[in-house]
Structures are given as C-alpha cells and as structure tokens.
C-alpha cells in the first residue's frame, strides 16, 4: 500500500512569492492533515481537511490556506512568504473524518527555503 | 509553558541499552498518545499509540501511560544502531484532531 506522498520535495522561494504544496493520501483515507516543522519550533498544527471541508485550524496567520480535492488529495498555499516560513511542511492523513481515535500517517514532507 | 514537555536530549547509548525517554503534560484534556520516530529529512514514522493508562508493549518497544501524572514513556529494550533518530511524543484531545507534538529527543544507539 503506497503511503502518504507529497511534492515538490524541495521549493525554494523568494520573500512575497506565493508557495503551494501538495499532498496525496493513503488510499481510502479522507482527512488530511498540514504540519509545519520549523527549525527550533517543532512540529505544529496548521490545518486539518476532511470531505472536502476545513474542519480546524492552527494559530497560524489567514495568508496559510489550503483546500481539499474530491480525490481527497490537498493543497496547501502560503501567500506572501516571509522568511521565517521556511521549514519543512509535513502532511498527513488518517482513515476517517469521525473517530477521535483514528491515528494519523506522514508523508516525506516538503522542504520550503525563503530567501 | 509549553502544553507538552519533553526530555530534550540528545542522548546517546551503548548498542543493547535499554532507553527510556519521557513527555509530559499540563492539559488533563489529551485523551490519545502516541510515539513517532523520525529519521534525518524524512517524516514522523507511527511506532506507538495508546489511549489509556498503562503499559502497551510492541516488540522491543513498551509505551507507557500514567494520566494521573500526565507522564508519557517510551522504552526502547535491546536498542540498535537502526534506532538512531528523534523520537516524538504526540497527544490529541479527541474530537479536534490535531496533534500536539512534544519537541523530541535524539537518540543515538553506538555499534
């Protein structure tokens, strides 16, 4: 079973430029799931997709935006880059919409430099 | 205060140790727990999920639970060079899905 898959893998950007990443999920799942890890800041949320909704959101600022396709695939679009976005942006994603319980499965991620 | 602490590390054992490493936490609302390990430029990797006190044991690794304390664990039995890498402790309330991620520990397991 193929995993969580993300591209590009590497992006490279200048400051104001527009960014959009992609995800796919496992086969069968729904809901999707953004992360950001950035040097010394660790692993935070940023937006969850299920069914083609957004259904939360992490304290990160409007210019973060993303949608989910009916294929459940996502895209994550950050406008205006500035240079502390540069990380790596993980996604994920888990079977349902529903259960608390379902865990969640990461992709590669996709490495973005600001310059 | 961070809502999940954890052991920053690095560190660093002989092959064979057993390795314990440890999150806590402040919100009693964190209902599920899990553990990924992450390997250099690559994404977490699920090892462990658990959703209630105790122990929870999956080969050479047990994860234990203590809400009560809100005291996360990790033991690494029979620990090998493979083993190199940041381990991450997650938790999530339920019904909001995300994952609060504790900051990681590096681990390094010497041939």
């Known amino acids: 079973e193929a995993g969580v898959t993300q591209s590009p893998t590497h992006l490279i950007k200048t400051r104001g430029q527009q960014a959009t990443l992609r995800c796919s999920p496992i086969?069968?799942?729904?809901?999707v799931y953004w992360y950001q890890q950035a040097l010394g800041l660790g692993l935070q949320f940023l937006l969850w997709y299920d069914e083609g909704e957004e259904r939360n959101r992490g304290n990160f600022p409007p210019r973060f935006s993303g949608r989910q396709f009916p294929n459940y695939s996502s895209e994550l679009n950050v406008n205006a880059l500035e240079l502390e976005d540069s990380a790596l942006y993980l996604c994920?994603?888990?079977?349902?919409?529903?259960?608390?319980?379902?865990?969640?499965?990461f992709g590669p991620g996709t490495r973005l430099t600001v310059l | 205060q961070k809502e999940v602490e954890q052991d920053p590390g690095p560190l660093s054992v002989p092959e064979g140790a057993i390795v314990s490493l440890n999150c806590t936490y402040s919100?009693?609302?964190?209902?599920?727990f899990m553990w990924y390990r992450q390997y250099s430029r690559k994404g977490p990797e699920l090892l462990m999920y658990?959703?209630?006190?105790g122990n929870k044991e999956d080969g050479r690794f047990t994860a234990q639970v203590d809400k009560s304390s809100k005291y996360i664990s990790l033991f690494i039995r029979d620990s090998q060079p493979s083993d190199s890498a940041t381990y991450l402790c997650?938790?999530?309330?339920?019904?909001?899905?995300?994952?609060?991620f504790g900051s990681g520990t590096q681990l390094t397991v010497l041939p």
């Open positions: 994920a994603s888990s079977p349902r919409g529903v259960r608390d319980t379902d865990t969640q499965y």
């Open positions: 658990t959703y209630s006190s």
């Open positions: 997650a938790m999530t309330r339920g019904i909001a899905r995300q994952l609060t």
């Open positions: 919100n009693s609302a964190f209902q599920y």
């Open positions: 086969s069968g799942h729904t809901s």
